[in-house]
């Protein structure tokens, strides 16, 4: 897609979400966007976040870890048992701040989270005092339907693609709706808006992040 197209999508999606709630923010770097969360993010902080590629690749943990914000709850530390894992997802449901991303974005204001266990969508609807939606413009859809014909049929593919599940829609490349026990799409999640009292924040880059 030319940046010129871009470019119109991400102003209209940034109109939309404004009036639908959000505190919208544009960066032209994935620098800028992380110069933005040192700012907004206190140390003394708890500090969520779910499953993102997106996260990983605007160097998030390099900046956001233990040994710089001591209530940052990694998820991702090294040998941590399923139950302490679970532990960690349920105490991100009460944090100062969670951080994601999001499978599909339409421009008319809705974020579409797809997930296997829940815990991300849950967190990401209610419960943090702020949450924090990090997306790459490559991930913006002109309207609803193609923003969820991108979560289901690009984002989960990739995502199974991922950590090589034997799902169907690894071998046939598109979402054939499985309902096997390893699926990664047990929960389906639409935000469309946010009311004052849960904040929520949109940072959208100019960078081709995620999938
Ligand atoms: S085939 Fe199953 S695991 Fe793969 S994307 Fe579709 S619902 Fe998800």
Redesign the pocket.
């Known amino acids: 897609m030319l940046t010129e197209q871009r470019n119109i999508l991400l102003n209209i999606a940034a109109d939309k979400f404004s009036k639908k709630g959000f505190q919208v923010e544009i960066f032209d770097t994935s620098a800028d966007a992380i110069n933005w969360l040192k700012n907004e993010i206190r140390t003394t902080d708890v500090i969520g976040f779910g499953g993102s590629k997106t996260l990983e690749q605007i160097g998030f943990f390099e900046v956001f870890n233990k040994s710089k914000y001591p209530n940052f709850l990694d998820r991702n530390a090294a040998n941590l048992t399923y139950d302490e894992k679970v532990d960690i997802w349920r105490k991100a449901l009460t944090a100062d701040v969670f951080l994601c991303s999001a499978n599909g974005v339409s421009i008319s204001g809705e974020l579409i989270l797809?997930d296997k266990n829940g815990n991300r969508n849950a967190a990401a609807t209610f419960g943090p005092k702020k949450r924090i939606f990090v997306i790459g413009w490559n991930k913006l859809r002109n309207n609803f339907d193609n923003a969820m014909e991108y979560a289901?049929?690009v984002a989960?593919?990739q995502?199974?693609l991922r950590f090589q599940?034997n799902?169907?829609?690894?071998k046939?490349g598109?979402?054939?709706?499985?309902?096997?026990s390893?699926?990664?799409?047990f929960v389906t999640t639409t935000i469309s808006n946010v009311v004052p009292a849960f904040p929520a924040s949109l940072l959208i880059i100019k960078e081709d992040l995620g999938f």
């Open positions: 797809i289901k049929n989960a593919v995502n199974n599940t799902n169907p829609c690894t046939a598109k979402c054939l709706n499985c309902n096997t390893e699926s990664l799409c």
